[in-house]
């Protein structure tokens, strides 16, 4: 069965670096999304892809962040300047055909900013 | 601003009861609503996706209504084994919006 797969699995950064998190969706589906949950709170959305671009983002996703499809098979998260509150699980998302459809979710990136 | 809470934030039961979990949400403009599962330190698994036009679904032990009109949904968990233990999250997608709004999750533990 198709499933979205993610890497690193873990990822510890030092404050100020850079982190890309890396995604292949599924590979039939359009729509991309990215998610984080920081330990013991609530799953949130940070930002959905369609179309090579950014379809919505929430008030998280600010200028440190940014998404890219670099290939046919890739979805990657990008953060600039890591900060502590980074610190979090994210999850990377797919779907076939946006908000009434499936989300099928990869496993996370545990990613640690010291 | 849809909220979606999920009661209780933790359950405990012996195997082999049935048991239900709830979820509301305070915005019924939804296109449809998802249960899933996730093990500690890992991903979420897709169990349900019930369409705002649809009552309930129904997979294996697993039934989760959805009653749109009074923002709430329940998973309903037949015959609970051990291996059910796990955290179960309800998430929204809205309407106008291409993502899913989450509760905090209600955590399951099925005694032998």
């Known amino acids: 069965e198709p499933e979205v797969t993610q890497t690193p699995s873990h990822q510890v950064t030092q404050m100020g670096q850079e982190v890309i998190l890396r995604c292949v969706p599924i590979?039939?589906?359009?729509?991309f999304y990215w998610y984080r949950q920081i330990l013991g709170q609530k799953v949130e959305f940070l930002v959905s892809?369609?179309?090579?671009?950014?379809?919505?983002k929430s008030e998280i996703f600010d200028d440190q962040f940014s998404v890219e499809r670099p290939d046919g098979s890739n979805f990657t998260l990008k953060i600039r300047s890591t900060k502590l509150e980074d610190s979090a699980m994210y999850f990377c998302?797919?779907?076939?055909?946006?908000?009434?459809?499936?989300?099928?979710f990869g496993p996370g990136t545990r990613l640690t900013v010291t | 601003k849809q909220e979606v809470t999920q009661i209780p934030a933790a359950l405990s039961v012996p195997e082999g009861e049935n048991l239900v979990l709830n979820c509301s949400f305070t915005?019924?403009?939804?296109?449809?609503l998802q249960w899933f599962r996730q093990d500690p330190g890992k991903g979420l698994t897709s169990l349900l996706l019930?369409?705002?036009?649809?009552r309930e679904q129904t997979s294996g032990r697993l039934n989760a209504s959805l009653d749109k009109s009074s923002g709430r949904s329940t998973l309903y968990i037949a015959a609970s084994q051990p291996g059910d233990s796990a955290t179960y999250l309800c998430?929204?997608?809205?309407?106008?919006?291409?993502?899913?709004?989450f509760g905090q999750g209600t955590r399951l533990t099925i005694n032998p």
């Open positions: 998302a797919s779907n076939f055909g946006g908000s009434s459809y499936e989300q099928y």
């Open positions: 590979s039939n589906h359009l729509y």
């Open positions: 892809f369609y179309n090579n671009e950014i379809s919505e």
């Open positions: 915005d019924s403009a939804i296109y449809n």
């Open positions: 019930i369409q705002s036009s649809q």
């Open positions: 998430a929204v997608s809205i309407q106008g919006a291409q993502k899913l709004v």
